[in-house]
């Protein structure tokens, strides 16, 4: 055997470690990038939360309409800023994000029935969350592409007033999670599922 030859076999040994090497990095690279993305995702969804929206309803009709004194007279500081001018709250002060009690959540720029306890859940955001509405027709949905990302805006379909965004890591059935600013809301206890149900057939069948 040459010298040449010789020589040649342990570097074709170490090349082939070093590929083995780069393939094996290379796999679980791929193995772990799903949970990492998934993470990736939940924060992302969970931090948009607290982002104020900009997008504005001021100029579209719906079927209550006020003058922007008559909203500023019939709600607080902090309700008008949040229903009115697309605001939001700080996470874990607000008035209903630990909320437990049984009843209704209204919109509260019009009193219309948008959440209810029995769907409201612990998301862990800071803020009420809800897997559905009472009726999708009583909350409209505007894409949001404020601050370089793409949302879901949630509004009451009634009045206008800013409701928070909705996002795609809520529980099952629905998958979704409906992030809700308290100012937004105005909560009307109940005493069981079938009062709940009595109060939302008086909304939509009002007595004349």
């Excluded at 309409?65 to 019939?74: L, P």
Aim: aromatic share 8%; hydrophobic share 30%; glycine share 6%.
């Amino acid at each position: 055997m040459s010298s040449v030859a010789r020589l040649s076999y342990p570097i074709i040994i170490l090349l082939c470690l070093i590929v083995g090497s780069l393939l094996l990095k290379h796999t679980m690279a791929q193995q772990s990038t799903p949970a990492e993305s998934n993470h990736v995702t939940m924060h992302h969804c969970t931090s948009a939360c607290g982002l104020p929206s900009h997008v504005d309803h001021n100029g579209t009709h719906y079927p209550v309409v006020r003058t922007d004194a008559e909203w500023q007279e019939r709600l607080t500081e902090r309700q008008y800023r949040v229903a009115r001018q697309q605001g939001t709250e700080r996470p874990f002060t607000n008035a209903y994000h630990d909320h437990k009690a049984t009843g209704l959540y209204r919109c509260i720029g019009c009193e219309a029935p948008l959440f209810s306890s029995y769907d409201k859940f612990d998301s862990g955001t800071g803020w009420p969350s809800f897997s559905a509405p009472i009726d999708p027709e009583n909350l409209g949905e505007t894409v949001d592409t404020s601050y370089g990302m793409t949302r879901v805006e949630v509004h009451c379909a009634v009045c206008g007033s800013h409701q928070g965004h909705v996002f795609p890591d809520g529980p099952q059935p629905t998958g979704l999670r409906y992030c809700i600013n308290s100012a937004s809301l105005d909560f009307e206890p109940v005493e069981s599922a079938e009062a709940l149900q009595q109060m939302l057939k008086d909304w939509q069948h009002p007595v004349k």
